[in-house]
């Protein structure tokens, strides 16, 4: 009885860490909704609004969140920079996404994911000493980039940044 308890418990976490989390087809999603639209698909699974801009003339707007934020403080598994405009017609939305978090297993995740959607990697480099890939699919891009920091106590971090941008902007203002 116990045993199955256990295995019941550590199912029913499984199933709600991952719900709490973005897949790659929900992330590419994003990118075609409005700022409203946004924030409560990503309140709606345990993401806090944490600052915002909006968006004037050239420039975007900005709305940031942070995944499982601790409550005093701004520590968070994960940070989703969405960068937008004012349409709220989500049929002409266009925006981009940054993504940065600092797990290796949702990197490895993420990246299998993009080969099994079809993505092919365009493009490898060292880009101010960090790994830079970029993938692209049918109309999404995601350039990658893996960065390595150390801390006052030399210890080495690693931050995954995903941006999601559609092909067409990445070909006109980033290649």
């Not at 994911?113 to 960090?130: H, P, Q």
Request: charged letters at 25%; proline letters at 1%; one cysteine or more.
């Amino acid at each position: 009885m116990k045993k199955t308890f256990t295995i019941i418990t550590l199912l029913f976490c499984s199933f709600y860490l991952q719900s709490q989390n973005l897949t790659i087809n929900e992330l590419a999603a994003l990118r075609k909704k409005s700022f409203g639209n946004v924030e409560e698909i990503l309140s709606n699974k345990n993401w806090t609004f944490i600052q915002g801009d909006q968006p004037i003339s050239e420039k975007l707007g900005s709305a940031v969140f942070a995944y499982n934020k601790e409550e005093y403080t701004d520590k968070s598994k994960a940070f989703l920079d969405f960068l937008y405009n004012n349409t709220e017609d989500n049929s002409i939305c266009e925006h981009r996404i940054v993504l940065q978090f600092f797990d290796k297993t949702k990197y490895n995740s993420y990246i299998n994911s993009f080969k099994t959607y079809g993505c092919k990697l365009i493009k490898s480099i060292i880009e101010d000493g960090n790994i830079v890939k970029v993938y692209q699919g049918e109309t999404t891009t995601f350039k990658v980039t893996i960065i390595t920091t150390k801390n006052e106590m030399e210890v080495t971090n690693t931050i995954y940044k995903f941006f999601i941008l559609g092909n067409l902007d990445y070909s006109l203002y980033f290649e």
